[in-house]
């Protein structure tokens, strides 16, 4: 099966000068979630634009869904990679939330009906309909980067890329974002998620790319990220709490841990086996 993202040997340079990223080779597979972390600066923005074209490679290629970013519009790459800011405001601009979620069905031409078919579809799927005659400068930083969320769904693409959904946000609200963001996944869409929040990497993530000067540092599953403590902290960035108590117990905890639940569960087990392990015969 063809990956729904192929990147090679890819190489950008900034007008000033910037050597941003550094030979980034990767493959996505359709239906993955992957989380995308590393410092500020490291390279995990610019590296997400390439993929639906709002950034192009000095050298190397760039394959979506078969076909080289390089010979399509932006406008064309919409269609298949949909793109949300870390700020919502960055792409929110029209007066109510109906004509904000309307506005890329309309510029692909489509029918009155088709358009309203995308509509409802996209802000049912966010939780939204209620809301769409509302004005998106009345609501909350939430419901806003939902509405941009929905703005992309109406284009049917099929990877969604998430910048730091979670900023701005209180623990709830940030897990509801991500709560969205996985029944989407759920449902068929490749996610990519930039984001700081190693908790709700640890919660949501199937698989991790670590970015490092515009390299890719790490690249596995969740367990396996986490697992190298050590190296993930040349990013200064750290595994979360729960998971760097198990690591400084290993003789109890030998496995990664990525959550209280399977802390207890693995102290269970352990419990149990010692439990027999001492029975007399």
């Known amino acids: ?3 729904i993202i192929e990147v090679k040997d890819l190489h950008h340079r900034y007008p ?6 550094r030979g980034v080779s990767v493959t996505i597979d359709r239906g993955e ?14 590296f997400v634009k390439h993929l639906n074209g709002l950034l192009r490679a000095t050298t190397g290629t760039v394959d979506v869904n078969g076909q080289d970013v390089s010979k399509h519009k932006v406008s064309e790459i919409a269609r ?8 919502p405001d960055h792409q929110i601009f029209c007066d109510t939330v109906y004509k904000e979620v309307a506005y890329g069905p309309r510029n692909l031409h489509l029918s009155q009906a088709e358009i309203e078919e995308r509509v409802i579809e996209a802000l049912g799927a966010v939780g939204m309909l209620h809301l769409q005659a509302r004005m998106p400068r009345d609501l909350s930083k939430g419901q806003r980067q939902r509405l941009a969320v929905a703005s992309v769904l109406s284009m049917r693409p099929e990877v969604l890329i998430v910048d730091e959904p979670t900023t701005g946000q209180d623990y709830r609200d940030g897990v509801d974002m991500l709560n969205l963001v996985q029944r989407l996944n759920q449902a068929g869409h490749t996610v990519l998620f930039i984001t700081h929040d190693m908790p709700m990497v640890a919660r949501f993530a199937h698989r991790v790319i670590v ?3 515009g390299q890719i540092l790490l690249d596995g599953t969740t367990q396996e990220v986490f697992g190298q403590a050590d190296v993930l902290r040349t990013t200064f960035l750290a595994p979360p709490q729960i998971t760097s108590l198990a690591q400084a117990l290993p ?21 149990q086996k ?8």
Do not use: W
């Open 1 to 3: 099966m063809v990956p």
């Open 16 to 21: 000033n000068g910037c050597h941003a990223l």
């Open 33 to 46: 979630f992957v989380a995308i972390i590393g410092q500020n600066g490291s390279g995990k923005t610019t």
């Open 80 to 87: 298949v990679v949909g793109y949300c800011f870390q700020n």
């Open 211 to 213: 970015f490092r000067d």
């Open 251 to 271: 003789e109890f905890f030998p496995d990664t841990v990525l959550s209280v639940a399977e802390m207890v569960d693995q102290t269970l087990a352990m419990l």
């Open 274 to 281: 010692r439990g027999k392990e001492v029975r007399p015969s």
